[in-house]
């Protein structure tokens, strides 16, 4: 359980004026078909999401070792000062809408999303927890708090939430998790 809540609430925080949202507030705008838009991103991040789970599950399983530990957690003290850099969607990363809305958000999501900090969390959450299913769901569950608003409520929501206020709380949620890992294997805790 403590896989699928901290996966949700840190890709969910996380994702908050990130690329891909902004990315799924454009394709609202373009195709104006909330509910394909919906369910390409649902499926994107499903596929994306579970590969970098099982990534990071299968890295740590073979590298379990305390430097591999500490490689996790510096890389979650190094995803804090990444959130804290606001994200911008670039013209060449807007799709054309030559296919349908379902198909080109799911083909723009999942290359979008590669490398993108909330799949490089996720990598981190299953190599941290070693439950595929468990940090796939909160991650891609979180995915979804996030930008579903996004695509109903859009540029009005942008408006009213502070957004360097979001990253800061996510930072912070990102530091914590990697200084508690850290010292974890430091032996500082139990």
Known sequence: MEALVTSTAIVALAEIGDKTQLLAMLLATRFRKPVPIIFGILAATLANHALAALLGAQAAAFLDSP??????????VAMAAWTLIPDKLDDEDAPAPRF?????TLIAFFLVEMGDKTQVATIALGARFHDV????????????IANVPAIFLGHELLKRVDLAKVRVVAAALFLAIGLWVLAQTAGWIG
């Open 67 to 76: 430097i591999f530990r500490y490689a996790i957690g510096a890389s979650f």
């Open 100 to 104: 349908g809305a379902f198909l080109t």
């Open 133 to 144: 299913a468990a940090v796939t769901a909160g991650t891609t569950l979180g995915m979804m």
